[in-house]
């Protein structure tokens, strides 16, 4: 995950041989690849309609899909998960 300048976190991949990336989500951050390397997995939260949803998409191509949504949730202090699946309803 990255910020972009407006400081919110990108979803990217980069390409370690030609030092490309390429933007695969706008919005998202903890990402977790599949096992078998096709898909990111990652958290994406909207605090403006209190939801955060769970979000993969392809390594190099597709849309992103929802994989499940929940509210988001309240913690005194701060409580950012350590992973997406934190978050899983």
């Avoid at 976190?9 to 919005?27: F, G, K, P």
């Avoid at 690849?33 to 990652?42: C, E, K």
């Avoid at 955060?52 to 190099?60: D, K, L, Q, S, T």
């Avoid at 191509?61 to 949730?73: D, H, K, N």
């Amino acid at each position: 995950s990255a910020y972009d300048l407006s400081g919110n976190h990108q979803i990217m991949v980069l390409d370690t041989e030609t030092n490309t990336s390429v933007v695969r989500a706008e919005r998202g951050e903890f990402p977790v690849w599949s096992r078998d390397g096709t898909t990111i997995f990652y958290l994406e939260m909207e605090p403006s309609n209190e939801s955060a949803r769970i979000r993969a998409v392809g390594r190099e191509q597709g849309e992103a899909m929802t994989i499940a949504e929940s509210r988001f949730p309240r913690c005194p202090g701060s409580c950012l998960p350590r992973t997406a699946f934190d978050y899983t309803p």
